[in-house]
């Protein structure tokens, strides 16, 4: 795998990759499929750890639905489906 720690900080890419291989049906889950993408056909990635400053105090995240959930089993699908084909 890419062992990748963390899929939901910041993503930067650049404009052509996103235009070619962002997902925006993926809903949440937009950045985990561009990140492996962009791994996988151009084998280039830099993580940078940024400490959080403040967690949330109150209220729930919106991220936490049965349609995200859907989404995210949809992109496991897709990540094993893609791992699978490439060997």
């Known amino acids: 795998g890419n062992k990748?720690?963390?899929f939901n900080g910041l993503?930067?890419?650049k404009r052509i990759d996103f235009i070619k291989?962002?997902?925006?049906?993926?809903?949440?889950?937009?950045?985990?499929d561009l990140v492996t993408r962009i791994i996988?056909?151009?084998?280039?990635?830099?993580?940078?750890?940024?400490?959080?400053?403040?967690?949330?105090?109150?209220?729930?995240?919106?991220?936490?639905?049965?349609?995200n959930f859907i989404k995210f089993i949809q992109?496991?699908?897709i990540l094993s489906k893609r791992r699978l084909s490439n060997g």
């Open 75 to 77: 992109l496991i699908c």
């Open 4 to 6: 990748i720690k963390y």
């Open 21 to 32: 291989y962002c997902n925006p049906e993926l809903g949440f889950c937009f950045q985990a």
């Open 40 to 67: 996988n056909r151009t084998n280039n990635y830099i993580e940078i750890e940024i400490p959080v400053v403040r967690e949330r105090t109150h209220g729930r995240s919106s991220s936490l639905n049965i349609k």
């Open 11 to 13: 993503c930067v890419a």
